[in-house]
């Protein structure tokens, strides 16, 4: 069964109104009600430089479809766990944790100024 964003051609072998192939990109599988065996697709037909030319709905055999090419897997995360902008490495002298970076310890002034 195709999925979206295969690239399939589509011939005789997916159905008989293909007399001359098309090639397609996977919109998605429909869940309309069909014969066993059949199924609709939403599709974009391409051109010969594999540019979107029109969008179809269209009623094949998936196992007349010829893939081209599967969909492009999704990328994995990046570094998992670690913090966007985090700082890593040693900390700079004067600094830690325990006064929030102020650099000493209960060396901040009142709000106020006094």
Known sequence: MPK????????????VQFVR??????IRVLDW???DGWCWLDVYQLDATGDAVLRRSIFVRPAGLVTVRPAPVPRAPGRAGVTPNMRRGPR???????DGGRGVAG????IGGR
């Open 92 to 98: 700079p002298v004067g600094v830690s944790p325990a």
């Open 4 to 15: 979206a964003g295969d690239l399939v051609d589509v011939g005789r072998a997916a159905s």
């Open 33 to 35: 009600i069909t014969y």
């Open 21 to 26: 192939p098309i090639r397609c990109r996977v």
């Open 107 to 110: 060396a901040s002034a009142p």
